[in-house]
Protein backbone atom coordinates (compact mmCIF):
# COMPACT_ATOMS: atom_id res chain seq x y z
CA UNK A 1 0.00 0.00 0.00
CA UNK A 2 1.42 3.38 -0.86
CA UNK A 3 1.74 6.45 1.56
CA UNK A 4 -0.67 8.59 -0.21
CA UNK A 5 -2.89 5.35 0.26
CA UNK A 6 -2.46 4.97 3.95
CA UNK A 7 -3.29 8.68 4.90
CA UNK A 8 -6.19 8.57 2.98
CA UNK A 9 -7.40 5.79 4.78
CA UNK A 10 -6.48 7.26 8.21
CA UNK A 11 -7.85 10.68 6.83
CA UNK A 12 -11.40 8.94 6.66
CA UNK A 13 -11.20 6.99 9.70
CA UNK A 14 -10.97 10.15 11.42
CA UNK A 15 -13.62 11.72 9.69
CA UNK A 16 -15.76 9.13 10.54
CA UNK A 17 -14.86 8.63 14.37
CA UNK A 18 -15.41 12.79 14.40
CA UNK A 19 -18.74 11.81 12.77
CA UNK A 20 -20.19 8.99 15.02
CA UNK A 21 -19.05 11.24 18.09
CA UNK A 22 -20.89 14.04 17.26
CA UNK A 23 -23.69 11.85 16.95
CA UNK A 24 -23.25 10.16 20.38
CA UNK A 25 -25.48 13.22 22.56
CA UNK A 26 -23.71 14.41 25.52
CA UNK A 27 -25.79 12.30 28.25
CA UNK A 28 -27.16 13.84 31.90
CA UNK A 29 -25.79 12.26 34.74
CA UNK A 30 -29.94 10.99 35.37
CA UNK A 31 -31.64 8.21 33.87
CA UNK A 32 -30.52 9.47 29.94
CA UNK A 33 -27.30 7.57 28.82
CA UNK A 34 -26.25 7.85 25.38
CA UNK A 35 -27.92 4.57 23.98
CA UNK A 36 -31.09 6.11 25.44
CA UNK A 37 -31.32 9.19 24.22
CA UNK A 38 -29.60 8.01 20.48
CA UNK A 39 -33.10 5.58 20.65
CA UNK A 40 -35.47 9.04 21.58
CA UNK A 41 -33.71 10.97 19.24
CA UNK A 42 -34.98 8.10 16.20
CA UNK A 43 -38.78 7.90 17.78
CA UNK A 44 -38.59 11.67 16.81
CA UNK A 45 -37.10 11.42 13.30
CA UNK A 46 -39.47 8.69 12.56
CA UNK A 47 -42.48 10.05 14.44
CA UNK A 48 -43.64 7.01 16.01
CA UNK A 49 -46.70 7.17 18.30
CA UNK A 50 -45.01 7.18 21.58
CA UNK A 51 -43.52 10.28 20.33
CA UNK A 52 -46.46 11.74 18.74
CA UNK A 53 -48.68 11.50 21.60
CA UNK A 54 -45.69 13.37 23.91
CA UNK A 55 -45.01 16.02 21.87
CA UNK A 56 -48.96 16.58 21.35
CA UNK A 57 -48.93 16.32 25.23
CA UNK A 58 -45.70 19.45 25.45
CA UNK A 59 -48.49 21.75 22.89
CA UNK A 60 -51.52 20.99 24.49
CA UNK A 61 -51.20 20.32 28.02
CA UNK A 62 -49.07 23.44 30.30
CA UNK A 63 -50.79 22.79 33.02
CA UNK A 64 -49.81 19.44 33.69
CA UNK A 65 -48.48 18.41 37.31
CA UNK A 66 -45.13 16.93 35.26
CA UNK A 67 -44.48 19.81 33.15
CA UNK A 68 -41.31 20.49 34.34
CA UNK A 69 -40.21 16.67 33.44
CA UNK A 70 -41.83 16.70 30.46
CA UNK A 71 -40.31 19.76 29.04
CA UNK A 72 -37.15 18.65 30.22
CA UNK A 73 -37.03 15.63 28.38
CA UNK A 74 -38.08 17.33 25.32
CA UNK A 75 -35.52 19.82 25.39
CA UNK A 76 -32.65 16.87 26.02
CA UNK A 77 -34.46 15.33 23.03
CA UNK A 78 -34.95 18.33 20.47
CA UNK A 79 -32.47 20.59 21.82
CA UNK A 80 -35.30 23.48 22.00
CA UNK A 81 -33.78 26.02 23.96
CA UNK A 82 -37.26 27.95 24.54
CA UNK A 83 -38.57 25.09 25.53
CA UNK A 84 -36.10 24.25 27.99
CA UNK A 85 -36.14 27.56 29.71
CA UNK A 86 -39.94 26.89 29.73
CA UNK A 87 -39.11 24.01 31.79
CA UNK A 88 -36.18 25.49 33.99
CA UNK A 89 -39.19 28.60 34.71
CA UNK A 90 -41.71 25.94 35.64
CA UNK A 91 -39.03 23.89 38.22
CA UNK A 92 -38.12 26.90 39.89
CA UNK A 93 -41.79 28.11 40.49
CA UNK A 94 -42.79 24.73 41.81
CA UNK A 95 -41.87 22.57 44.83
CA UNK A 96 -41.36 18.98 43.32
CA UNK A 97 -38.34 17.72 44.56
CA UNK A 98 -37.48 15.18 41.61
CA UNK A 99 -38.59 17.23 38.67
CA UNK A 100 -36.56 20.41 39.62
CA UNK A 101 -33.43 18.19 40.09
CA UNK A 102 -34.59 16.11 36.60
CA UNK A 103 -34.73 19.61 35.28
CA UNK A 104 -31.39 21.20 36.55
CA UNK A 105 -29.48 17.86 34.79
CA UNK A 106 -31.24 17.78 31.65
CA UNK A 107 -31.82 21.20 31.44
CA UNK A 108 -27.87 22.37 32.37
CA UNK A 109 -26.54 24.02 29.02
CA UNK A 110 -29.08 26.68 29.92
CA UNK A 111 -29.19 27.18 33.27
CA UNK A 112 -26.80 30.44 35.16
CA UNK A 113 -25.36 29.16 38.31
CA UNK A 114 -27.49 30.74 40.60
CA UNK A 115 -30.46 28.70 38.83
CA UNK A 116 -29.15 25.75 39.64
CA UNK A 117 -28.52 26.61 43.41
CA UNK A 118 -32.32 27.18 43.58
CA UNK A 119 -33.11 24.25 41.66
CA UNK A 120 -30.77 21.57 43.65
CA UNK A 121 -32.18 23.67 47.70
CA UNK A 122 -34.87 21.11 47.56
CA UNK A 123 -37.34 21.47 50.38
CA UNK A 124 -37.14 17.97 51.96
CA UNK A 125 -39.61 17.23 54.58
CA UNK A 126 -39.07 14.68 56.68
CA UNK A 127 -41.90 12.98 59.29
CA UNK A 128 -40.99 9.34 60.44
CA UNK A 129 -39.85 6.99 58.12
CA UNK A 130 -38.14 8.81 55.00
CA UNK A 131 -39.79 7.30 52.06
CA UNK A 132 -38.89 5.51 48.60
CA UNK A 133 -39.62 8.66 46.89
CA UNK A 134 -37.65 10.90 48.83
CA UNK A 135 -34.47 8.83 49.36
CA UNK A 136 -34.50 9.08 45.63
CA UNK A 137 -34.46 12.77 45.21
CA UNK A 138 -31.93 13.12 47.86
CA UNK A 139 -30.05 10.57 45.76
CA UNK A 140 -30.38 12.46 42.52
CA UNK A 141 -29.68 15.67 44.16
CA UNK A 142 -26.32 14.31 45.24
CA UNK A 143 -25.54 12.74 41.62
CA UNK A 144 -26.19 16.04 40.21
CA UNK A 145 -24.05 18.27 42.60
CA UNK A 146 -21.14 15.57 42.49
CA UNK A 147 -21.80 15.02 46.34
CA UNK A 148 -19.55 12.28 47.87
CA UNK A 149 -21.87 9.52 46.60
CA UNK A 150 -20.44 7.01 49.04
CA UNK A 151 -21.89 9.00 52.18
CA UNK A 152 -25.79 8.93 51.25
CA UNK A 153 -25.59 5.24 49.45
CA UNK A 154 -29.16 3.86 50.83
CA UNK A 155 -29.06 0.33 51.86
CA UNK A 156 -30.01 -2.41 49.63
CA UNK A 157 -31.60 -4.41 52.27
CA UNK A 158 -33.65 -1.56 53.37
CA UNK A 159 -35.39 -1.52 49.70
CA UNK A 160 -35.52 -5.09 49.41
CA UNK A 161 -37.50 -5.08 52.64
CA UNK A 162 -39.97 -2.35 51.13
CA UNK A 163 -40.11 -4.25 47.38
CA UNK A 164 -41.30 -7.10 49.90
CA UNK A 165 -43.74 -5.32 51.52
CA UNK A 166 -44.90 -3.54 48.36
CA UNK A 167 -45.36 -6.85 46.74
CA UNK A 168 -47.15 -8.50 49.76
CA UNK A 169 -49.91 -5.78 49.08
CA UNK A 170 -50.37 -6.39 45.34
CA UNK A 171 -48.19 -2.81 44.35
CA UNK A 172 -50.96 -0.77 45.89
CA UNK A 173 -48.44 2.46 45.90
CA UNK A 174 -46.87 1.84 42.70
CA UNK A 175 -45.69 5.50 42.98
CA UNK A 176 -43.44 4.10 45.86
CA UNK A 177 -41.94 1.18 43.46
CA UNK A 178 -41.37 3.39 40.73
CA UNK A 179 -39.16 5.07 43.03
CA UNK A 180 -37.31 2.17 43.62
CA UNK A 181 -36.60 1.50 40.43
CA UNK A 182 -35.67 5.12 39.26
CA UNK A 183 -33.12 4.60 42.56
CA UNK A 184 -31.36 1.32 41.77
CA UNK A 185 -30.81 2.24 38.16
CA UNK A 186 -29.46 5.75 39.23
CA UNK A 187 -26.77 4.19 42.06
CA UNK A 188 -25.98 1.40 39.83
CA UNK A 189 -24.94 4.10 36.64
CA UNK A 190 -23.46 6.55 38.99
CA UNK A 191 -21.13 4.35 41.31
CA UNK A 192 -21.67 0.75 39.88
CA UNK A 193 -23.27 -0.30 43.10
CA UNK A 194 -25.91 -3.05 42.76
CA UNK A 195 -28.69 -2.45 44.99
CA UNK A 196 -30.43 -6.05 43.84
CA UNK A 197 -27.57 -7.68 45.38
CA UNK A 198 -28.66 -8.05 48.47
CA UNK A 199 -31.52 -9.85 48.05
CA UNK A 200 -30.57 -11.46 44.50
CA UNK A 201 -33.71 -14.22 44.53
CA UNK A 202 -36.40 -11.40 45.06
CA UNK A 203 -35.23 -9.61 42.37
CA UNK A 204 -34.65 -11.66 39.85
CA UNK A 205 -38.29 -12.96 40.05
CA UNK A 206 -39.74 -9.56 40.55
CA UNK A 207 -40.87 -9.06 36.88
CA UNK A 208 -42.74 -12.63 36.89
CA UNK A 209 -43.77 -11.27 40.24
CA UNK A 210 -44.84 -8.10 38.86
CA UNK A 211 -46.79 -9.85 36.04
CA UNK A 212 -48.69 -12.86 38.76
CA UNK A 213 -49.70 -10.13 41.04
CA UNK A 214 -52.34 -8.43 38.89
CA UNK A 215 -55.31 -10.07 38.81
CA UNK A 216 -56.95 -10.94 35.74
CA UNK A 217 -59.50 -8.73 35.41
CA UNK A 218 -56.67 -5.62 35.85
CA UNK A 219 -54.23 -7.76 33.85
CA UNK A 220 -54.69 -5.88 30.52
CA UNK A 221 -55.51 -2.29 32.16
CA UNK A 222 -52.92 -1.99 34.90
CA UNK A 223 -52.78 1.75 36.75
CA UNK A 224 -50.67 3.59 34.43
CA UNK A 225 -47.56 4.21 37.35
CA UNK A 226 -47.58 0.14 37.41
CA UNK A 227 -47.32 0.37 33.56
CA UNK A 228 -44.31 2.67 33.49
CA UNK A 229 -42.73 1.06 36.90
CA UNK A 230 -42.56 -2.64 34.72
CA UNK A 231 -41.19 -0.49 32.06
CA UNK A 232 -38.25 0.68 34.36
CA UNK A 233 -37.99 -2.37 36.05
CA UNK A 234 -37.15 -4.20 32.56
CA UNK A 235 -34.73 -1.27 31.95
CA UNK A 236 -32.80 -2.13 34.93
CA UNK A 237 -31.82 -6.05 33.32
CA UNK A 238 -33.14 -6.55 30.19
CA UNK A 239 -31.38 -9.58 29.82
CA UNK A 240 -33.25 -11.27 32.68
CA UNK A 241 -35.60 -13.99 31.23
CA UNK A 242 -38.20 -12.81 33.22
CA UNK A 243 -37.53 -9.34 32.10
CA UNK A 244 -38.47 -10.24 28.45
CA UNK A 245 -41.63 -11.81 29.67
CA UNK A 246 -42.76 -8.50 31.38
CA UNK A 247 -41.32 -6.49 28.42
CA UNK A 248 -43.78 -8.06 25.99
CA UNK A 249 -46.76 -7.76 28.29
CA UNK A 250 -45.53 -3.60 29.02
CA UNK A 251 -45.41 -3.52 25.32
CA UNK A 252 -48.52 -4.70 23.83
CA UNK A 253 -50.62 -1.86 22.02
CA UNK A 254 -53.99 -2.10 24.37
CA UNK A 255 -51.03 -0.54 27.34
CA UNK A 256 -49.93 2.02 25.26
CA UNK A 257 -50.42 5.30 26.85
CA UNK A 258 -51.42 7.88 24.78
CA UNK A 259 -52.74 10.68 26.95
CA UNK A 260 -52.11 11.69 30.90
CA UNK A 261 -48.96 11.87 32.08
CA UNK A 262 -47.58 8.78 31.87
CA UNK A 263 -46.72 9.21 28.02
CA UNK A 264 -43.61 10.95 29.28
CA UNK A 265 -42.70 8.44 31.34
CA UNK A 266 -43.69 5.44 28.21
CA UNK A 267 -41.37 7.45 25.78
CA UNK A 268 -38.29 7.36 28.66
CA UNK A 269 -38.48 3.31 29.62
CA UNK A 270 -40.31 1.72 26.89
CA UNK A 271 -37.68 0.20 24.47
CA UNK A 272 -39.41 -1.59 21.85
CA UNK A 273 -35.73 -2.86 20.33
CA UNK A 274 -34.65 -4.88 23.38
CA UNK A 275 -36.03 -8.74 23.02
CA UNK A 276 -39.39 -9.99 24.31
CA UNK A 277 -40.81 -13.34 25.05
CA UNK A 278 -44.32 -13.85 24.75
CA UNK A 279 -45.38 -13.59 28.25
CA UNK A 280 -47.82 -16.91 27.55
CA UNK A 281 -45.21 -18.66 27.39
CA UNK A 282 -44.12 -17.71 31.12
CA UNK A 283 -44.39 -20.85 34.23
CA UNK A 284 -48.02 -18.86 35.68
CA UNK A 285 -46.79 -19.49 38.99
CA UNK A 286 -43.58 -18.45 41.27
CA UNK A 287 -42.87 -19.09 45.03
CA UNK A 288 -40.63 -16.48 47.13
CA UNK A 289 -40.00 -18.86 50.12
CA UNK A 290 -37.86 -16.27 52.16
CA UNK A 291 -40.66 -14.03 52.33
CA UNK A 292 -43.73 -16.50 52.06
CA UNK A 293 -45.48 -15.73 49.16
CA UNK A 294 -47.02 -17.70 46.17
CA UNK A 295 -48.51 -16.32 43.33
CA UNK A 296 -50.68 -18.52 40.81
CA UNK A 297 -52.97 -18.76 37.89
CA UNK A 298 -53.91 -21.19 35.64
CA UNK A 299 -53.79 -19.59 32.73
CA UNK A 300 -53.44 -16.07 30.97
CA UNK A 301 -57.04 -15.50 30.25
CA UNK A 302 -59.34 -12.98 32.05
CA UNK A 303 -61.60 -16.03 33.41
CA UNK A 304 -58.41 -17.39 35.08
CA UNK A 305 -58.81 -19.23 38.98
CA UNK A 306 -55.46 -16.44 40.31
CA UNK A 307 -54.51 -17.09 44.09
CA UNK A 308 -52.30 -14.98 46.17
CA UNK A 309 -50.90 -16.84 49.20
CA UNK A 310 -48.88 -14.68 52.21
CA UNK A 311 -48.66 -13.64 55.44
CA UNK A 312 -51.34 -11.56 54.91
CA UNK A 313 -53.54 -14.57 54.64
CA UNK A 314 -55.19 -15.89 50.95
CA UNK A 315 -56.54 -14.00 48.02
CA UNK A 316 -58.54 -15.25 45.08
CA UNK A 317 -60.60 -14.81 42.10
CA UNK A 318 -62.16 -16.86 39.61
CA UNK A 319 -61.46 -19.85 41.76
CA UNK A 320 -63.59 -23.01 41.85
CA UNK A 321 -65.31 -23.55 45.24
CA UNK A 322 -63.38 -25.75 47.74
CA UNK A 323 -60.31 -25.46 45.77
CA UNK A 324 -58.53 -25.00 48.98
CA UNK A 325 -59.00 -28.74 50.44
CA UNK A 326 -58.18 -30.20 46.79
CA UNK A 327 -54.86 -30.44 44.89
CA UNK A 328 -54.69 -28.01 41.95
CA UNK A 329 -51.94 -27.57 39.43
CA UNK A 330 -50.91 -24.42 38.09
CA UNK A 331 -49.12 -24.57 34.49
CA UNK A 332 -46.17 -27.37 36.46
CA UNK A 333 -47.04 -26.67 39.92
CA UNK A 334 -48.64 -28.94 41.89
CA UNK A 335 -50.40 -27.46 45.16
CA UNK A 336 -51.31 -30.18 48.24
CA UNK A 337 -53.32 -29.09 51.12
CA UNK A 338 -52.08 -30.27 54.20
CA UNK A 339 -55.55 -31.39 55.70
CA UNK A 340 -54.12 -34.64 57.37
CA UNK A 341 -51.25 -35.38 59.56
CA UNK A 342 -49.42 -37.11 56.77
CA UNK A 343 -49.81 -37.57 53.00
CA UNK A 344 -48.17 -38.85 50.31
CA UNK A 345 -46.21 -36.17 48.11
CA UNK A 346 -45.67 -37.02 44.05
CA UNK A 347 -43.23 -38.37 42.56
CA UNK A 348 -41.47 -35.56 40.23
CA UNK A 349 -40.12 -36.94 37.01
CA UNK A 350 -40.15 -33.81 34.71
CA UNK A 351 -37.44 -31.07 35.96
CA UNK A 352 -39.84 -28.45 35.60
CA UNK A 353 -42.78 -29.61 37.35
CA UNK A 354 -42.46 -28.57 41.10
CA UNK A 355 -44.88 -29.62 44.17
CA UNK A 356 -46.09 -27.08 47.13
CA UNK A 357 -47.62 -27.95 50.20
CA UNK A 358 -49.68 -25.45 52.57
CA UNK A 359 -52.20 -24.96 54.66
CA UNK A 360 -49.80 -25.48 57.42
CA UNK A 361 -48.91 -23.49 60.52
CA UNK A 362 -45.64 -20.82 59.62
CA UNK A 363 -42.75 -22.27 60.65
CA UNK A 364 -44.18 -25.66 61.32
CA UNK A 365 -42.01 -28.55 61.12
CA UNK A 366 -42.75 -31.53 58.50
CA UNK A 367 -40.75 -34.67 58.91
CA UNK A 368 -40.09 -37.24 55.47
CA UNK A 369 -37.47 -39.89 55.07
CA UNK A 370 -37.55 -43.33 56.94
CA UNK A 371 -35.54 -45.01 60.08
CA UNK A 372 -32.18 -43.23 60.47
CA UNK A 373 -32.76 -41.31 57.06
CA UNK A 374 -35.46 -39.51 58.68
CA UNK A 375 -35.80 -35.74 58.72
CA UNK A 376 -37.69 -32.56 59.21
CA UNK A 377 -37.79 -29.35 57.43
CA UNK A 378 -40.10 -26.36 58.23
CA UNK A 379 -42.60 -24.52 56.63
CA UNK A 380 -42.08 -20.85 55.63
CA UNK A 381 -43.63 -17.93 56.93
CA UNK A 382 -47.14 -18.17 55.14
CA UNK A 383 -47.38 -21.77 56.15
CA UNK A 384 -46.03 -23.11 52.67
CA UNK A 385 -43.66 -25.45 52.55
CA UNK A 386 -40.83 -26.59 48.83
CA UNK A 387 -40.45 -30.46 49.43
CA UNK A 388 -38.07 -30.11 46.45
CA UNK A 389 -37.59 -32.65 43.57
CA UNK A 390 -35.76 -35.53 45.64
CA UNK A 391 -38.48 -35.71 48.45
CA UNK A 392 -41.44 -37.91 47.86
CA UNK A 393 -43.57 -40.08 49.30
CA UNK A 394 -45.02 -40.24 53.27
CA UNK A 395 -44.63 -36.81 54.78
CA UNK A 396 -46.31 -35.58 58.33
CA UNK A 397 -46.37 -32.80 60.50
CA UNK A 398 -43.81 -33.40 63.10
CA UNK A 399 -44.51 -34.02 66.52
CA UNK A 400 -44.62 -31.37 69.33
Known amino acids: MSRRAFITIVLFISAAISIWAQDVPQAPKLLLNAQRLRRLRRDRERKTP??????????????????????????????????????????????????????????????????????????????????????????????????????????????????????????KNPEELYAIFELIYTVRAATRNDLRDVDPHLFATLPEALLLS????????????????????????????????????????????????????????ADPYLPGVGYQNMEPWTYDDKHGRLLARANWEPTSCWIDISTQGVKEENCPPHWQAETVTFGHLTLIPMTERCLEIPHVSNRNDAVLVWKLKPGEGITHGTGKDKHTSAADAAGIWHPGSAIEGKVCIASH
Not at 90 to 118: F, I, M, S, Y
Not at 223 to 248: E, G, K, R, T
Not at 253 to 260: I, S
Request: hydrophobic fraction near 45%; aromatic fraction near 10%.
Open 214 to 269: AKPKDFNTPPWMLHVAALALVAIDPNLPSSQFLQSWALEDAQMLREGPGVAYELLW
Open 50 to 171: RWVSFENRINTVPDSPERGFELALYYAVTGDEAKGREGIVWALNHVTGRQRVLVADWCAPLLTAEDKQKLLILPFVVTGQISSQLMRDIWFRNVVLDADLSASLPGGNELSLRLASLESQNY
